[in-house]
T-cell receptor
Framework: AQSVTQLGSHVSVSEGALVLLRCNYS??????LFWYVQYPNQGLQLLLK??????LVKGINGFEAEFKKSETSFHLTKPSAHMSDAAEYFC???????????FGTGTRLTIIP | EAQVTQNPRYLITVTGKKLTVTCSQN?????MSWYRQDPGLGLRQIYY???????DKGDVPEGYKVSRKEKRNFPLILESPSPNQTSLYFC??????????????FGPGTRLTVT
């Protein structure tokens, strides 16, 4: 079985500050890890994913995430927050050849002007 | 434009009145699924389909039906809706990339209220 824990259902950062959204996973097999973003009244959009290879993954809009096997983590970061980053972010896990995505409960990011 | 479409986007109905939410994708994806999103619970999979005429239960299938008669369409059917099915519903389609991961594309969502 696979699961995802997102620490902090709400995170607020000032514009220009570092964004850090936390995700820890549990998986009995090597995981594939994803971050999705949901803007208000829209569907989910893929930000980035890790499958194999380089553990630091770069995504769209300046976001990146690092897969740390020893910590079972896949935290999402962005060096400088922008007002347009305000959204809900979901971490998800699957595995090799497995179509099923298991989502975390989401983190709502608020940007303070 | 590659997309997943859902209709209707908003629906208010009464308990017991059968309804169907349609989902269509134009990317020739084999895999499609339905999720519901509830506050504090994230997204939970209702049903999925690996191909035409192949469907299976997800994590929360009770009270829902699906069918996959054509590759592009995957309707969600609530035969007797109840208030606990008030939720935001998402359809998604995906393909298997060379790393054998599935990248899912989501529709815009259908907000359903059952009174």
């Amino acid at each position: 079985a696979q699961s995802v824990t997102q620490l902090g259902s709400h995170v607020s950062v000032s514009e220009g500050a570092l964004v850090l959204l936390r995700c820890n996973y549990s998986s009995s097999v090597p995981p594939y890890l994803f971050w999705y973003v949901q803007y208000p009244n829209q569907g989910l959009q893929l930000l980035l994913k890790y499958t194999t290879g380089a553990t630091l993954v770069k995504g769209i809009n300046g976001f990146e995430a690092e897969f740390k096997k020893s910590e079972t983590s896949f935290h999402l970061t962005k060096p400088s927050a922008h007002m347009s980053d305000a959204a809900e972010y979901f971490c998800a896990v699957s595995s090799f050849g497995n179509e099923k995505l298991t989502f975390g409960t989401g983190t709502r990011l608020t940007i303070i002007p | 434009e590659a997309q997943v479409t859902q209709n209707p986007r908003y629906l208010i109905t009464v308990t017991g009145k059968k309804l169907t939410v349609t989902c269509s994708q134009n990317m020739n994806h084999e895999y499609m699924s339905w999720y519901r999103q509830d506050p504090g619970l994230g997204l939970r999979q209702i049903y999925y389909s690996m191909n035409v005429e192949v469907t299976d239960k997800g994590d929360v299938p009770e009270g829902y039906k699906v069918s996959r008669k054509e590759k592009r369409n995957f309707p969600l059917i609530l035969e007797s809706p109840s208030p606990n099915q008030t939720s935001l519903y998402f359809c998604a389609s995906s393909f298997r990339d060379p790393t054998l991961s599935y990248e899912q594309y989501f529709g815009p969502g259908t907000r359903l209220t059952v009174t």
